[in-house]
């Protein structure tokens, strides 16, 4: 027997399942990459190079330069070198030393005539210098004029700089525990010196740092910071 073919309403509602089945879902929009405008990209990198460039650079300063200890021995208990590291617990004064500086022997003689302790010099030019000397005998210091005129009778270089002297400057300052220096500043004819003087101990103790003119002008912030790294110490302390 035949099979009864379906009506043409049933071959339609197939062929309407078949189409939908089949059917491919709508393709979704093609979205494009976010790029973000040249001037913002440059303006970004801007401000980051600014940022980088105001952060403060470290400081390689510090290694550059060695702390000296000082004993202000007299000229009978004076040996020489003796190795700094041996003054640390009997120092009575301190100051920095640039590294690569020379440190010359003082003599008994220096030491008993004008009280020389301690000097350093710039190998590479030896009238570039700090040099620490002190005097017993003294409680306070004098007026300030009167000080640097002392330290002139017992150093002729001292004396021909001060006389020869374009300006000679000083002011009075005291540190945190309440101690007394004088600073001295005299721009001579062909050299420059800082000088600093205290009094601890029943002694005067005083820091010269000097150089020729040309050097002065090369290395002025280092040798500024020379002068002031001078202080007293107190040995118990230690």
């Known amino acids: 027997m035949a099979s009864a073919l379906p009506s043409p309403s049933a071959?339609?509602?197939i062929a309407s399942s078949a189409a939908v089945a089949v059917a491919k879902p709508p393709p979704k929009p093609f979205l494009k990459p976010h790029h973000k405008p040249l001037s913002t990209t440059l303006a970004a990198a801007a401000a980051a190079a600014v940022l980088l460039s105001a952060a403060p650079a470290p400081s390689f300063a510090d290694?550059?330069?060695?702390?000296?200890?000082?004993?202000?021995?007299?000229a009978a208990n004076y040996g020489g070198y003796g190795g700094n590291a041996d003054k640390k617990a009997t120092?009575?004064?301190?100051?920095?030393v640039p590294e690569g500086w020379k440190e010359r022997l003082v003599s008994k003689v220096e030491k008993g005539t004008n009280g020389t302790d301690s000097e350093f010099y710039n190998p590479k030019k030896r009238s570039e210098r700090e040099y620490l000397t002190f005097l017993s005998g003294f409680r306070a210091l004098a007026p300030v004029d009167a000080v640097l005129s002392n330290l002139a009778l017992s150093d002729v270089g001292l004396q021909d700089q001060i006389a020869?002297?374009?300006?000679?400057r000083s002011q009075e300052r005291k540190d945190d525990d309440g101690q007394l220096y004088y600073a001295y500043e005299i721009e001579g004819a062909g050299s420059h010196s800082l000088i600093s003087v205290t009094?601890?101990?029943?002694?005067?103790?005083?820091?010269f740092v000097t150089a020729p003119n040309l050097d002065w002008s090369r290395d002025q912030d280092m040798l500024r910071r020379?002068?002031?790294?001078?202080k007293t110490v107190d040995p118990s302390s230690s």
Do not use: I, Q, W
């Open 226 to 230: 020379l002068h002031d790294s001078f």
């Open 199 to 207: 009094c601890a101990r029943n002694k005067l103790y005083a820091h």
């Open 91 to 96: 120092a009575e004064y301190t100051y920095e």
């Open 63 to 74: 290694p550059m330069f060695n702390l000296y200890y000082g004993t202000a021995a007299s």
């Open 164 to 168: 020869t002297a374009d300006e000679v």
């Open 11 to 13: 071959l339609s509602s």
